[in-house]
């Protein structure tokens, strides 16, 4: 049976932060996602380079207006945040499990579409307080070497885009390691080099189960052999590399506050534009047929505040959720390892 989150009965998050209160504000009802009509699609645009002074000053305002916005407001940036706590620490049930499973998006094949639901209505809702129709959140593109740290605008201390708990030694202009383990800092190797194989090695494999990870089926709670190629390395290292200052990994390198550092979205953005490039990587099959996985679902708030609800089967073409990634040159496509 597919995966649906019982959102209507939360509990805490048990966190490395502590118990933690993640669940949303009320809900009435849910209604079902309908894919918007679309004019021209949104263009996502790389974070480290072509983007205009203006179009980073349209995201730190409306990232600020989030942040300013009461607490208990479904669209503000903390609630937000804890959408990620809610989907990743464990909150919910499966709807319908009475053995009280619970609903979680990593390690398994929910992780793609996920988190790609949770950015499309971000990014509505980030649009709808910014007043252009045609903005569009950006991606740091980690996978290319002008995108190999961290983008400066998310550096500067006055910025809504700043995050203090970010770990310092890796402050713009530090190049970051793909797989970094959370120790080395000095290399004796060519870093960008090795980023490039590493980014081969993970994009260049057949079988969805191998990228996108395991189809959960319902009962079942995740393994961490159950994850994707990507998701391993370096999704999660790249949130590491950001959160190993405090001694729970706040804000980055814990579920439960991940998503309160604006660059998690830039960050995983670019997840998501590389589950796009490798379903068009050659001889690759595409995305898992299984129906469980396609009829699995998530609960988000749009832009009007109503709750949605959005199946796996709905996020799977980029362009049918109304947007599309700018092409950037994939310089790691065929280096061997
Ligand atoms: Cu839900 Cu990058 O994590």
Not at 5 to 21: Q, R, S, Y
Request: glycine residues 6%; charged residues 20%; contains cysteine.
């Amino acid at each position: 049976a597919p995966l649906t989150p019982d959102i209507f009965n939360c509990h805490m998050a048990k966190t490395p932060g502590g118990i933690k209160d993640c669940c949303p504000p009320q809900i009435g009802k849910i209604i079902h996602f309908v894919p918007p009509k679309i004019q021209q699609p949104y263009v996502r645009r790389p974070a480290a380079h072509l983007m205009n002074q203006t179009q980073i000053e349209e995201l730190e305002s409306g990232i600020k207006k989030l942040k300013q916005l009461d607490e208990g407001d479904p669209h503000s940036f903390l609630h937000q945040a804890k959408i990620h706590c809610a989907y990743c620490d464990y909150v919910y049930n499966q709807l319908g499990s009475i053995t009280e499973t619970r609903f979680g998006v990593h390690s398994n094949a929910l992780f793609f579409p996920f988190h790609r639901a949770y950015l499309y209505f971000f990014e509505r809702i980030l649009r709808h307080y910014i007043g252009n129709p045609n903005f569009a959140i950006p991606f740091w593109n980690w996978d290319s070497p002008p995108g190999m740290y961290m983008p400066e605008f998310y550096n500067r201390p006055s910025s809504s885009l700043y995050d203090h708990l970010r770990d310092p030694r890796h402050d713009p202009h530090k190049l970051i390691y793909l797989n970094y383990n959370g120790k080395t800092e000095d290399h004796s190797f060519d870093v960008v080099d090795c980023n490039l194989r590493w980014m081969n090695d993970r994009m260049q494999v057949q079988s969805p189960r191998s990228f996108l990870g395991r189809v959960l089926k319902a009962g079942e709670t995740p393994n961490p052999t159950d994850m994707g190629t990507i998701e391993q390395s370096p999704h999660n290292n790249i949130h590491d590399w950001l959160g190993t200052k405090t001694p729970h990994f706040e804000d980055m390198g814990s579920f439960y506050s991940a998503a309160l550092d604006p660059l998690f979205y830039a960050h995983h953005a670019n997840i998501d534009r590389l589950w796009n490039i490798w379903k068009t990587l050659d001889g690759n099959p595409k995305d898992h047929i299984d129906p469980d996985w396609l009829n699995s679902s998530f609960v988000f708030y749009d832009e009007n505040k109503n709750a949605v609800n959005i199946k796996v089967s709905d996020c799977l073409d980029t362009e049918k959720l109304g947007y599309v990634y700018q092409e950037v040159p994939l310089p790691w496509l065929h280096m061997n390892k």
